[in-house]
């Protein structure tokens, strides 16, 4: 937040010595508070100088890998015919707004430095004049938070936050053997295999934001088990919590078993529905997607292509962990619950006969 907000004031000549208290690149400036409302002995012009900072998109969303741009413009009203050195400063927090602020980067003029997991990974845009955005290479999945961009013009300091989130997509996942069954071990290889990776609780909090609901606990990359909570139920630690993420805290990495929330961001490639007129046992649904040029859909190819591509398919299919799931857009009669989101039929035996979501690299 911003600790002094001063109004300035600009003097156009000096000759109110007495009153002025800065001197910088040929013009006072001055607190106006106290010193009436611009115009003094009819020859002194006092003009109002707002220091404006504004970001025309204040949610960006990038994935794993890419590079990004967090926008922060800033500008003075009236305009300056003179630039006025300013100091641009990023600060970083955790989405939950809990933690401390930490420095991302400092900039004054051409001059930069850049702190910690973002040294020499973050550099300031500066396409024009006023063009303080953050430009963030290769992404990685614990970048994800709130980004304060704060201009500092000696005096003044004003700023816009600015959200950064992984477009990806976060799912429960659980052994085939049960619920309950993985170690932290078994969850990250167990997510892996599914083309995903343990979750960050960022991630986890921002798919409970998009309306996650799940009462199983499940292992984060930071070693706890935790679950999301839309709806407080009897069934899922009581009514008597408010909606939330619900925390064991951190566990034991060997011995406690939870199941996983996975996240995947990956969006290359097509997921789809293998038209056949016969359905298939496990063993025929994963030759059937080779023979069509791809291979059998991972799980997390399937939220995926749910969520980003609006895959919606009202037909059981075989996926690689040999679980039977569809994905559902537009919930309709006999396609599962009222709510849009990935149905699963867990782990069937797997002679039994279904489709097949099938995935094909795109050239
Ligand atoms: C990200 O930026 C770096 C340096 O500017 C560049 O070399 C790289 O190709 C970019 N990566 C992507 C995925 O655009
Ligand atoms: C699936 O059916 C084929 C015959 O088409 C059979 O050879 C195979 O063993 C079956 N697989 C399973 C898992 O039942």
Request: some cysteine; overall charge positive.
């Amino acid at each position: 937040m911003c600790i002094v907000r001063h109004l300035l004031v600009f003097l156009f000549h000096f000759t109110l010595g007495s009153l002025a208290q800065r001197f910088s690149n040929g013009y006072y400036y001055q607190d106006i508070v106290g010193h009436g409302n611009g115009k003094d002995n009819g020859e002194i012009y006092f003009h109002k100088i707002r220091l404006h900072v504004e970001s025309p998109e204040t949610l960006v969303s990038g994935v794993q890998g890419s590079n990004v741009t967090l926008p922060c413009h800033y500008h003075y009203v009236p305009a300056l015919s003179t630039p006025r050195r300013t100091r641009v400063k990023w600060f970083w927090q955790p989405v939950n707004g809990q933690g401390q602020e930490r420095d991302v980067m400092v900039a004054i003029g051409t001059r930069h430095r850049s702190y910690g997991d973002f040294k020499g990974r973050v550099r300031l845009r500066r396409n024009a004049p006023g063009d303080a955005s953050l430009v963030i290479n290769q992404l990685q999945s614990d970048d994800t938070g709130r980004y304060r961009c704060e201009i500092i013009d000696g005096l003044e300091d004003e700023s816009v936050t600015v959200q950064l989130k992984f477009r990806g997509v976060v799912f429960p996942y659980y052994s085939a053997k049960g619920r309950y069954l993985m170690n932290f071990h078994e969850a990250q290889e167990a997510c892996k295999k599914q083309g995903a990776h343990l979750a960050s609780f960022e991630q986890l909090f921002i798919a409970w934001e998009e309306g996650l609901d799940w009462c199983n606990a499940g292992w984060l990359a930071d070693g706890t088990a935790q679950y999301p909570v839309a709806v407080p139920r009897e069934a899922c630690g009581g009514t008597n919590l408010a909606p939330g993420v619900r925390s064991y805290g951190v566990r034991d990495k060997d011995l406690d078993r939870f199941d996983a929330f996975c996240f995947t961001s990956s969006i290359r490639g097509e997921v789809y529905f293998l038209q056949l007129p016969a359905k298939l046992n496990f063993t025929e649904a994963v030759l059937a997607c080779q023979n069509d040029g791809g291979q059998i859909a991972k799980v997390g190819q399937l939220y995926t292509a749910w969520r980003f591509v609006g895959l919606d398919q009202c037909d059981a299919g075989w996926l690689a962990d040999a679980s039977v799931r569809y994905p559902i857009v537009h919930p309709r009669v006999n396609c599962g619950t009222s709510e849009p989101g990935v149905r699963s039929f867990g782990f069937p035996v797997k002679h039994l006969k279904f489709g097949v979501y099938c995935y094909k690299v795109r050239w």
